[in-house]
């Protein structure tokens, strides 16, 4: 439990790096916006994939006993 704690504080501490440093995380491609009157939808749909991947590598990599 211990491990996935600092694992966790770890990627909160690396996306915030990237996101001050410039890496438009949450405004990729594959990520739609719609507006339509007073009416707004989001769709992170390239961003859910591709943390998805990573997490998925994480946790294959960290994940072995």
Do not use: K
């Amino acid at each position: 439990m211990g491990r996935l704690l600092i694992l966790v504080g770890l990627l909160i501490a690396g996306a915030g790096l990237l996101v001050t440093l410039g890496v438009p995380l949450g405004r990729l491609p594959g990520d739609f916006s719609f507006r339509r009157g007073n009416f707004s939808f989001y769709l992170p749909l390239a961003t859910s994939l591709l943390a998805s991947v990573v997490l998925t590598l994480l946790m294959m990599l960290f994940g072995r006993r």
